[in-house]
Nanobody, 114 residues
Framework: VQLVESGGGLVQAGGSLRLSCAAS????????MGWYRQAPGKQRELVAAITSGGSRNYADSVKGRFTISRDNAKNTVYLQMNSLKPEDTAVYYC?????????WGQGTQVTVSS
């Protein structure tokens, strides 16, 4: 199974980006799908996650600006990021968790200029 991320890039503050993460191969018993990010010199942190039941969880710093969604039929998860701030600059990683294993994407760079 591989997770392929896309949608990162350079954007000005106040702009928007949409990240996508598609899983190749079959994944069974998915518990949750989500996005993490890691800025230089900082620990990786949870940005947003969505459970198989549709419950969403967001970091306080992105509430009201980011929206996570998923397409179960395509094993794809999205992150719509609006009103981006320079402090959102980081490498964003896709994560899919099953009952036995967690899969990670390779990461996509998001850079927000002031």
């Amino acid at each position: 199974v591989q997770l392929v991320e896309s949608g990162g890039g350079l954007v000005q503050a106040g702009g928007s980006l949409r990240l996508s993460c598609a899983a190749s191969g079959s994944i069974f018993s998915i518990n949750s799908m989500g996005w993490y990010r890691q800025a230089p010199g900082k620990q990786r942190e949870l940005v947003a996650a969505i459970t198989s039941g549709g419950s969403r969880n967001y970091a306080d710093s992105v509430k009201g600006r980011f929206t996570i969604s998923r397409d179960n039929a395509k094993n794809t998860v999205y992150l719509q990021m609006n009103s981006l701030k320079p402090e959102d600059t980081a490498v964003y990683y896709c994560n899919i968790r099953t009952v036995v294993v967690a899969y990670w994407g390779q990461g996509t760079q998001v850079t927000v200029s002031s």
